[in-house]
C-alpha cells in the first residue's frame, strides 16, 4: 500500500464469490477493511448475507431490467 491511498471500494455485478473472507469493519482503512463494497441483487444468497453489513450496499437491478424490456 502507498501512503497516499487511504480508502478502498470495490464492485462486483453477480457477487458469487465467498464472502466470509471478507473483514466486516466499516471503518474504511485498507489495514482495516473496505470502505465500500457494492453488488448487485443478482444473486440472491449473497444478498442475504451482506444486506445492512457495512461495506457492503446491494444495487438493484430491477430499473435497468425493466427498461430493457420496456416494461
Same mark, same amino acid.
Given at each position: +500500500?502507498? +501512503? @497516499?491511498?487511504? =480508502?478502498?471500494?470495490?464492485?462486483?455485478?453477480?457477487? #458469487?464469490?465467498?464472502? @466470509?473472507?471478507? =473483514?466486516?469493519? #466499516?471503518?474504511?482503512?485498507?489495514?482495516?477493511? $473496505? *470502505?465500500?463494497?457494492?453488488? *448487485?441483487?443478482?444473486? $440472491?444468497? *449473497?444478498? =442475504? @448475507?451482506? =444486506?445492512n453489513r457495512p461495506p457492503f450496499e446491494v444495487l438493484?437491478?430491477a430499473g435497468s431490467i425493466a427498461a430493457? $424490456?420496456?416494461?
Open positions: +500500500m502507498h +501512503m @497516499e491511498q487511504q =480508502k478502498i471500494s470495490g464492485y462486483v455485478t453477480h457477487g #458469487s464469490f465467498p464472502w @466470509e473472507r471478507f =473483514k466486516w469493519d #466499516s471503518r474504511g482503512w485498507p489495514e482495516e477493511g $473496505l *470502505t465500500y463494497f457494492w453488488i *448487485t441483487d443478482s444473486c $440472491l444468497l *449473497t444478498v =442475504k @448475507e451482506v =444486506k438493484s437491478l430493457g $424490456l420496456q416494461i
